[in-house]
């Protein structure tokens, strides 16, 4: 099945990084506000590196001369 209809993607406008320790360790809380709201999202060492290297990319494709 595919979708018709896009969704507006969420144009951040605002981004604040903190790290909170609980029982199992330390986390990092990305919070991004968008035009829609805020947008919070917990992230461990391997989730990092994960959005770090997806970041990498999508540098890599905006500007091919880096």
Same mark, same amino acid.
């Given at each position: 099945?595919?979708?018709?209809?896009?969704?507006?993607?969420?144009?951040? #406008?605002?981004? $604040?990084?903190? #790290?909170?320790?609980?029982?199992?360790?330390?986390?990092?809380?990305?919070?991004?506000? #968008?035009?829609?709201?805020?947008?919070?999202?917990?992230l461990d060492?391997?989730?990092?590196?994960?959005?770090? $290297?997806?970041?990498? #990319?999508?540098?890599?494709?905006l500007d091919?001369?880096?």
């Open positions: 099945m595919k979708r018709r209809d896009k969704a507006a993607p969420f144009v951040p #406008t605002e981004i $604040h990084v903190v #790290t909170v320790d609980d029982d199992s360790g330390t986390l990092g809380i990305l919070s991004i506000r #968008t035009t829609e709201g805020i947008l919070e999202i917990a060492r391997q989730a990092a590196d994960a959005v770090m $290297h997806a970041i990498g #990319t999508i540098r890599l494709k091919p001369g880096i």
